[in-house]
């Protein structure tokens, strides 16, 4: 820890977390749709909802089910 602090001007001593915010550039489409439903499942996750598509400030309406009330709201 001390020796990954010392290469990082932004701590004075250790560094305990790597800093990293992992993104990655999307390639495939593959790749999008797999982020896309994992956004989408968060309000799930959370137990907000019981289908992504309940969620209010979701796209995971428009994507599923070509609704496109979350865009009509915010004046897009």
């Not at 004075?12 to 489409?29: C, N, R």
């Amino acid at each position: 820890m001390k020796a990954a602090g010392t290469k990082n001007n932004a701590n004075t001593q250790y560094q305990f977390w790597i800093q990293d915010d992992g993104a990655e550039e999307i390639k495939s489409d593959k790749f999008f749709l797999q982020k896309l439903k994992y956004i989408h499942q968060n309000p799930m996750r959370a137990e907000m909802v019981i289908d992504a598509c309940d969620y209010a400030w979701s796209s995971a309406r428009l994507y599923e089910k070509d609704d496109f009330r979350l865009i009509d709201r915010i004046g897009l």
